[in-house]
């Protein structure tokens, strides 16, 4: 007869045992169903869109376009505004999500969740380079994706419109040279940290390394606010009051260097250059406190972003037996829509 | 029936079902897939992670403004080693959360030993850390490391990792506070503190360590946040704090101290997520989706205490 220890210690060495044997199989299971990442550069099937589908009609196309600060004013104005007249001019719906605050993040979240409801194509706000992977998971599913704004290294996107924000950066640096003479303290502001501005910021100090008469005193965070733009441009003109000249990277950088420069009554002596061509910019180039505007053609971006997208939805335009098997797109891969260079000359046929 | 009303978890649980089985019903090809659950659980983690920490602190009755910061500094300080110092993963990682751990240590004693007001000490962290973020980074942190890419990237069960992540910090802080003596104290700190330090309980002392909690976590949180991303941006987590305090409300807590649930974090941070997601899937317009939370924050709240006063 067992004793009540004894007992005790087979239930327990049973219950070690039961609580072993059901940890090794958590491992194994656990272990087995573990996946790791791909490699960069490893075979991930990059699908085109299937053009051997028909595609659905008109009424039941869904373009959807993801951007972050999706209430940024220079965003509704010209990207979303365009992109909605493209949709009732063809007859097709189209969504405009992301956050409402610059959030990367959270437009990324976004983007991975619309990729689920398989819209006709995507349309992306190229933010920032972190989108890459949320990009390349929508190509997968075989959505038609087309970046704007600011390409994405690393993306597998169908195709991409946009300007070269180092040409952005270079352009404000030549117009500075010619409007000083090629002498004089420079400060420059935007955001710091997104990739696109620092491309501009890089391509403004190339040109004024070339001038040893251009000194910058300068880098500034105004965090796409016009109330620190001022306050930035004011502290800076106290301590330099020789500065000649700014240069703004975001669209409220622009108004905001203004309004100190008037405040402080050196209006047309501090030279300006900025990017944007808001109502606000305008006026303030045909007031002459601002010398330059380095605008971007932004309805362009979503114009043709979408038909794009439309294109590749159709197949309108097929360059092979298969384009998806020939591993090709049929729309231009990279689209860069230019500047608009807008100075007092000709800010009248700007104006509204 | 009066214990569901007066329990947010059972009360937050009950409208989770409700808004799951709607949402099922209006949109049951996109709504109620298998990848789109997986999506949501992997988009709201981040936000849950970090909840947990401010539920901690929200007990404790303080709160942490610089979460947010923190987590960008902790993702591109990390990164910074590995690209620029080519410092292996794991030594990056745990510099990472060790530097985010000082941060919140800093926290914590200025606000404890210093009696610097919790609002204004953690609103100058979050400037600070976010300056960090930026020195460090620059524009952003790409071709990181593949092994700290599989940290946040790889899968479990087809589930992604930083899920896995949160269930375990969910759990392990779900145990600590409701079974250990040392994390039940915050609840006698939030109810009442000088009571709390009468009674001999190290008040400044568990006020820090709260800090350094939230402060890790946060840190956990950038490491996988970056880790997914596959890169480092000084713009992560702004407007995190809010959105994780208000989760943690929503969850149960209250600014007053004392009371809250860690599961309540989860469930807050779910709540916010099934929300957006809905939205998402409902497309809804970025310019609503703030007013939305709000309106539901609200009428969550009201409700709740127009159902207890009705009880009482």
Redesign the interface.
């Given at each position: 007869m067992m004793n009540a220890d004894s007992s005790y210690n087979m239930r327990s060495k049973r219950f070690y045992g039961l609580k072993t044997t059901c940890l090794v199989w958590v491992l194994l299971v656990t272990g087995v169903s573990c996946e790791l990442p791909t490699r960069t550069g490893e075979g991930q099937a990059v699908q085109q869109p299937d053009e051997t589908e028909t595609a659905a009609p008109p009424e039941n196309e869904e373009y959807v376009m993801v951007t972050t600060a999706v209430t940024m004013p220079m965003y509704v104005n010209h990207d979303q505004a365009a992109f909605k007249r493209w949709g009732e001019k063809m007859g097709v719906k189209v969504s405009i999500l992301g956050p409402a605050d610059w959030d990367v993040p959270a437009q990324i979240n976004t983007l991975e969740e619309v990729i689920g409801t398989r819209p006709t194509g995507i349309l992306v706000n190229g933010t920032d380079a972190a989108l890459a992977q949320a990009i390349n998971k929508a190509v997968a599913a075989g959505i038609p994706t087309v970046v704007y704004d600011s390409d994405i290294p690393g993306g597998r996107h169908h195709a991409f419109l946009g300007t070269d924000w180092y040409e952005i950066g270079r352009m404000q640096g030549e117009e500075m040279v010619k409007l000083t003479g090629g002498k004089g303290k420079i400060a420059y502001m935007g955001i710091l940290g997104l990739s696109n501005m620092e491309d501009g910021f890089r391509g403004l100090l190339d040109v004024l390394a070339v001038y040893p008469g251009m000194q910058v005193v300068g880098k500034y965070d105004d965090k796409a606010s016009v109330e620190e733009a001022a306050r930035i441009t004011s502290d800076v003109l106290a301590a330099h009051p020789d500065l000649a000249g700014l240069c703004g990277f975001d669209s409220n950088s622009g108004p905001g260097m203004a309004l100190a420069v008037k405040e402080l009554g050196k209006g047309g002596r501090v030279k300006i250059t900025t990017v944007d061509w808001e109502p606000e910019h305008l006026s303030l180039v045909s007031q002459g406190i601002i010398h330059m505007l380095a605008g971007q053609k932004r309805e362009l971006f979503t114009w043709y972003g979408a038909q794009f997208l439309h294109d590749m939805a159709h197949g309108t335009n097929r360059l092979s037996g298969n384009d998806e098997r020939a591993g090709i797109t049929s729309v231009p891969e990279k689209v860069n829509t230019g500047l608009i260079r807008i100075t007092r000359e000709n800010v009248a046929l700007f104006l509204p | 029936m009066r214990k569901i009303l007066e329990d947010r978890i059972y009360s937050l649980s009950v409208l989770l079902i409700v808004i799951v089985v709607v949402a099922g019903l209006v949109y049951p090809d996109?709504f109620l897939?298998a990848?789109?659950f997986r999506?949501?659980l992997?988009?709201l983690s981040?936000d849950a992670i970090v909840a947990v920490g401010m539920m901690i602190l929200l007990i404790a009755g303080v709160f942490d403004l610089s979460v947010g910061s923190i987590l960008a500094f902790a993702g591109c300080f990390t990164a910074h080693l590995m690209f620029f110092y080519e410092v292996p993963v794991f030594w990056a990682v745990g510099a990472g959360l060790a530097a985010s751990g000082l941060l919140g240590c800093l926290n914590g004693y200025l606000i404890a030993y210093k009696g610097i007001n919790a609002m204004i000490q953690t609103l100058a962290m979050m400037g600070i850390a976010r300056g960090l973020?930026?020195m460090v980074?620059?524009?952003?942190i790409?071709n990181l490391p593949?092994w700290f890419?599989?940290i946040g990237?790889?899968?479990?069960?087809?589930v992604q990792m930083p899920v896995w992540y949160m269930l375990l910090i969910v759990g392990v802080f779900t145990f600590l506070m409701s079974k250990t003596v040392f994390f039940r104290r915050y609840y006698y700190i939030g109810s009442n503190e000088v009571a709390a330090a009468l009674s001999g309980i190290r008040v400044k002392r568990m006020k820090m360590i709260a800090f350094i909690i939230s402060a890790l976590l946060a840190g956990i949180a950038g490491v996988l946040?970056t880790s997914r991303?596959?890169?480092a941006?000084?713009?992560?987590?702004?407007?995190l704090e809010l959105r994780v305090i208000t989760a943690v409300i929503l969850g149960g807590a209250s600014l007053s101290g004392g009371v809250g649930r860690i599961p309540g974090a989860l469930l807050g941070a779910l709540f916010m997520g099934i929300a957006?997601?809905i939205m998402?899937?409902a497309?809804v317009?970025?310019?609503w989706?703030?007013i939305i939370v709000g309106i539901i924050l609200i009428l969550t709240l009201w409700t709740d205490q127009s159902l207890k006063k009705n009880y009482e």
């Open positions: - | 996109t897939t990848d789109n999506q949501l992997l988009n981040i973020a930026l980074s620059g524009a952003a790409q593949y890419g599989a990237q790889s899968k479990l069960l087809g946040l991303l596959g890169a941006l000084p713009t992560m987590g702004r407007g957006a997601n998402v899937i497309r317009s970025g310019y989706q703030d």
